[in-house]
């Protein structure tokens, strides 16, 4: 579960309206449980610096690497991430999967349509059980509850 307060949701979706038809993205930061309840403290606004980014997201590699200095200078943790979908889906996206790299962390998408604010967590199953013969992991998003 995530508890994501009303004004940082607010803020997300505003900022994803007004960089409408581009994709938003950020970081957010706060309290980190990997199988429990996240508490979202703060949200970070990133550049988009996609080669499409009215499809896609990448967060600019330097401004991320300074985004996450000022988390731990707070005392916060990474919590996760989030992005916009301006014209849907409100799910992840196989870009999306495919890009994940933080197991556990949560991923807020803003679809604009139509309008839905939802979140997901990256999940990596690494139990040798769960391999398949090339040796791939299963990893997958899982829906998560989003308290606001």
């Not at 995530?2 to 803020?11: D, G, V």
């Not at 996240?38 to 401004?63: F, G, K, L």
């Not at 989030?82 to 870009?95: I, K, L």
């Amino acid at each position: 579960m995530i508890i994501l307060p009303t004004a940082i949701r607010e803020a997300i979706l505003e900022r994803a309206r007004d960089g409408n038809p581009d994709e938003i993205c950020g970081v957010l930061g706060g309290e980190y449980e990997p199988d429990g309840q996240s508490r979202v403290h703060s949200q970070y606004p990133a550049t988009n610096v996609a080669e499409t980014p009215r499809t896609r997201y990448e967060i600019d590699p330097e401004e991320q690497l300074a985004i996450f200095e000022r988390l731990e200078d707070r005392g916060e943790e990474i919590v996760g991430f989030y992005h916009s979908h301006p014209r849907g889906p409100p799910r992840p996206s196989a870009t999306d999967a495919a890009q994940a790299t933080w197991p556990d962390r949560s991923y807020v998408i803003v679809s604009l349509e139509p309008l839905e604010v939802g979140s997901w967590r990256w999940r990596t199953d690494e139990d040798e059980d769960n391999t398949d013969q090339n040796g791939t992991t299963d990893e997958k998003f899982e829906r998560e509850r989003m308290v606001v």
